[in-house]
């Protein structure tokens, strides 16, 4: 029996009976100082499989214990993928255009027009600009699939 694919459409034909499953990547800006330039962090994807990513979430709090969320993002973003050397944006972009908000309010992560395939052992490096005079804790997630070279059971 075949089994519908929702993620047929972003991958070349060869690709479509590869076995592959929900994934997320996360990284923790735990602090970003206040008035932070640039600041860069890596995700290093795995050695067994590419990552479809597929949407990009958000949470910003006031302080390194998590306690206390901040709705508005005051932080400016810039993304490339180390394989292949290319950016996602032209330049750093708000934060609020990039990443959905996960928190209280529930609006969800901001899925992807076009999903973006990075190969497995790539780099995901993400730099934040902080505009605010205080420091924050930021966590981003990459939400998305890991597809193995492995054929579908």
Request: proline share 5%; glycine share 4%; charged share 20%.
């Amino acid at each position: 029996m075949l089994i519908s694919n929702p993620i047929r459409e972003f991958l070349p034909p060869s690709w479509w009976n590869r076995a592959h499953d929900y994934f997320e990547y996360s990284v923790d800006y735990n602090t970003l100082a206040a008035s932070a330039v640039a600041a860069p962090r890596n995700i290093n994807i795995d050695a067994d499989s590419d990552f479809l990513v597929l949407s990009v979430s958000r949470v910003i709090t006031t302080d390194a214990s998590g306690a206390t969320e901040q709705p508005f993002a005051e932080q400016l973003i810039r993304v490339m993928d180390s394989a292949s050397g290319a950016n996602w944006m032209n330049e750093f972009t708000h934060l609020d255009n990039f990443a959905g908000r996960m928190a209280v309010d529930g609006f969800g992560p901001k899925w992807l027009e076009v999903p973006r395939l990075v190969i497995r052992s790539a780099a995901i490096t993400i730099e934040l600009t902080n505009l605010e005079a205080a420091a924050r804790r930021i966590w981003i997630t990459f939400h998305g699939c890991k597809i193995f070279n492995r054929i579908r059971e």
